[in-house]
Each structure stands twice: as structure tokens, then as C-alpha cells.
């Protein structure tokens, strides 16, 4: 079911009376990167997606964007639709949204999924290399901007061997407005260091890693599991950053065993 949530597409599936899961998708794609899961764990869970602003079919607005402003977003949609507390399980720039969630609103939250993603801001380089994204996306449109881009999320096993998704992803990407896309580098380069929540979080805290994760890689990433109290981090073979698309099974598997604990 779509709906519509202070201009936001939100998408629901499954018996609202079921636990909620709440998925954030990364940067530069949108709720589609979720099909696998929701197919799966909405059979007993009542999955809410959305296309996060400036992406899919949620509008730009002004594209002015900053961390705090995607979590407010968040915010509303949890007060919204969920009525009991979600889990919530979000990719990189969803990652990125969900640590700054739970440093905000931990007591609206029942689980944390943290999916190839990072406590860190940005480093200077990492600041830079989005200035140069947004200064590419000026001068020759978005378009290799985007191919670049998404070519460094996936491990070559998924490129190779599934062709047409892959394709599917990025022509899907290159169709997003490109003020909504340099909102966003803008939103990440601008946000807070989370690695100081970490040894606060209480709720528990599932931490998944693609085993050729180049953007955020698995040590980073156990790195920031071994901080937080309540956490199991599991890693997974043939996946890049975008472990959920590229191993669905194995990632959906560690997902539910997490779930039904
Ligand atoms: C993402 O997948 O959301 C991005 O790689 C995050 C980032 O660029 O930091």
C-alpha cells in the first residue's frame, strides 16, 4: 500500500498488527532496494519502506537537505504508522539516518539492522570527493556521476552475474532529480560523528557487512559492533556494499534469525 506522509512515498506490506520493520535505503537508490526483504520477512512482519527525500518518487523540494532534517522526516513517519516501537534497519545513507535516530529517539525504537554503513562522518578526502560529485553532476549531468558511483557499491560477482539488474538499478538511479541527488552528498557531508551513541545503544543491534564491502568495509564495521553492548555482526560472502541486493538469502536469513530472537 502507498501512502503519503508530509509529501513522502511510504510503502507498507503485511498485517499491520505484526511487529514493524522500517528499512532506509542508501544513497543513490530508493525503497525498490528492499523488494528481497520485504517479500520475505513481511510474511510475519509489517514492513514499511520509503523513497528517502530527493530520491524515487519523493519530491526535492528545495533540495536543501541535512541529516537532522532526513531523521525529522523519519520521525514523522514512525508517529505516523507505527504505533509500536519498529526495528529499524537502514544501508549506508540510511545507516547513516538510523545512528543519528537512535542517538535522538532511542526510546521510540525496539531493534537496530545496520547494513554496510558507518558511525563516522566524513572524513576532509570524503568531503572533498563530494564536492567533486556535485561539481561532476553541474558539469556534464548526473548520468556518470551515477554510473561511477553505484559501479563502486557492487562486488563484480553481481555485476557479472546479474547483468540486467544491475542495469535496472542504475538507469533507475540516473532518472532521480539531480538537486535531490547533490541535496543528499550535501546531507552526508554535513553530518555528525555517531561513534560516540555507540556504547550508549541498548536496544539490540544487528550488524551486517558485505565481505567486499570496499565503501565501508568489514573491519570499520566490527570495529563499530564491538562498541555497542547488545550486538552480533555477521559478515557476507560475494556481497559489496549493497549486501541486501546482492546476497538476498543469506542476508534475509540473518535478518529473520535476528528478528524472531
Ligand atoms: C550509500 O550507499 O548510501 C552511500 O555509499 C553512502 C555514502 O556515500 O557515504
Redesign the pocket.
Do not use: K, N
Given at each position: 500500500m502507498i501512502k503519503n506522509i508530509l509529501d513522502l512515498s511510504v510503502f507498507t506490506t503485511g498485517n499491520k498488527d505484526n511487529p514493524p520493520v522500517l528499512f532506509i535505503h542508501?544513497?543513490?537508490?530508493d525503497h525498490y532496494m528492499w523488494d528481497e526483504q520485504v517479500k520475505k520477512i513481511s510474511r510475519g512482519h509489517y514492513c514499511i519502506t520509503y523513497d528517502v527525500r530527493g530520491l524515487g518518487s519523493s519530491p526535492r523540494g528545495d533540495g536543501q537537505f541535512t541529516m537532522e532534517s532526513f531523521v525529522d522526516d523519519l520521525e514523522n513517519i514512525i508517529d505516523n504508522l507505527s504505533p509500536d516501537k519498529p526495528t529499524l534497519c537502514g544501508?549506508?545513507?540510511?545507516?547513516?539516518i538510523s545512528l543519528r535516530a537512535v542517538e535522538r529517539m532511542e526510546e521510540k525504537l525496539s531493534a537496530l539492522i545496520l547494513c554496510?554503513?558507518k558511525s563516522l562522518a566524513?572524513t576532509n578526502e570524503?568531503k572533498v570527493n563530494r564536492a567533486r560529485g556535485i561539481k561532476q553532476i553541474n558539469e556534464e549531468g548526473a548520468d556518470k556521476f551515477v554510473e561511477q558511483?553505484i559501479s563502486n557499491?557492487f562486488a563484480e560477482k553481481f555485476k557479472r552475474e546479474c547483468k540486467v539488474e544491475y542495469e535496472t538499478i542504475v538507469n533507475s538511479a540516473k532518472s532521480y532529480d539531480a538537486v535531490g541527488l547533490k541535496g543528499c552528498l550535501l546531507a552526508?557531508a554535513g553530518r555528525t560523528d555517531t561513534t560516540s551513541y555507540l556504547s550508549k545503544i541498548s536496544i539490540p543491534t544487528l550488524v551486517i557487512c558485505g565481505e567486499e564491502d570496499n565503501?565501508t568495509p568489514p573491519e570499520v564495521m566490527k570495529s563499530m559492533s564491538d562498541k555497542i553492548r547488545n550486538s552480533i555482526f555477521v559478515t557476507i560472502k560475494g556481497a559489496g556494499?549493497?549486501s541486501p541486493v546482492e546476497e538476498p538469502v543469506t542476508v534475509n536469513a540473518e535478518i529473520e534469525k535476528f528478528l524472531n530472537k
Open positions: 542508501g544513497f543513490p537508490f544501508l549506508s545513507m540510511g545507516g547513516y554496510d554503513t566524513d570524503g558511483f557499491c552526508m565503501l556494499h549493497l
